[in-house]
């Protein structure tokens, strides 16, 4: 088992900023031109080479952006990760940068899997995404599957779009696609704020979360991890107005589950805790939602960064914890989303004000 206070799992590297679409909620404020202090091309390939420090297993670097398909000399990169035995995964925006001919190099290079956004129905995704979003998306991922490539869909899931989430479920089961990641809200300032949920729909969707299960399909989030909380408590007897219309919804388009509850036992990560985001100019954070700079690879090695930061040690340890997520029974396999606590609060150690045991 790894000890999450020596090396994290998962490195996301935000490669550029730069990217054809302008999603409403990116964190990452996409534009078209790489920003003046992205890091260069020699710099990135010296973090990368860094990870090799954690000692194996090496942690899986995630790719990410903006769109990764716009960072300068990225196929060499992902090269060098290979040479290197660093395992890569890719997570490139629907664009036409994401070619054929990009796949296959993908997959050449023992890219482990690729992440597609998509979140909901046509007019939903569009909505959040740009106009022919959802369409690009769709057949990507009959690409994907064509060049027979690893493939997860993320959901970023919001007000407008909670009745969506069963027709998500469907099409992935119908593309056989089994890795479901599902992103949470959190506030960034932006007009899409008016989409956050309210604690009481963070706990339905959860608990569907764990119904849709059983459909034979692994599910994760981000950003809301009662969803550990709520898997040990179960949802045999669980009802609400909400929930209730997403199981007949589920029901309606994909039949009664055959009960093959498939989760993989929770790796019990969080902000900081199993997972740390390189930002586009080598600033070092707990997670790419909770934009609080600790450190610059420019300056630090990420192993000394990830394992002797101040703030990441305290993140590690739910006695710092604040409030209900200070004594909560999950304070540690949970612990609450850091990055909500710090957006409503302005304080990572808060409580996380999407958990009904927080009221």
Known sequence: MINYNEKPILIFYETTKACGLACRHCRASAMEFPLNDELSYGETINFVKSIKDFGKPYPVLILTGGDVMRKNGIKNIIKIANENNIPVSVSPAATTLLSKESLNFFKENNVLSISLSLDGNENNHDWLRGNGVYDKTINLIKEINNVKMKLQINTVVMKRNIMDLPDVLKLLIDNKINIWEVFFLIKTGRAIDAEDLTLYEHEDINHWLLFAMNYNIIIRT??????????????????????????????GLLGKPENKRLYLKSAETRDGKGIIFVSHNGD?????????????????????????????????????FEGPCGSCNWNDKCGGSRSRAYSYYNNIFAKDPACINSV
């Open 284 to 320: 070092v954070s707990p997670s790419g939602f909770l934009p609080v700079a600790l450190d610059n690879v420019k300056n630090n090695n990420i192993v000394d960064i990830y394992r002797n930061n101040t703030i990441l040690k305290k993140l590690r340890n739910p006695e710092n």
């Open 222 to 251: 981000v950003e809301s991890p009662i969803l550990r909380r709520i898997i040990d408590q179960g949802n045999e007897n669980y009802h609400s107005y909400l929930y209730d219309k997403l199981v007949d919804k589920t029901i």
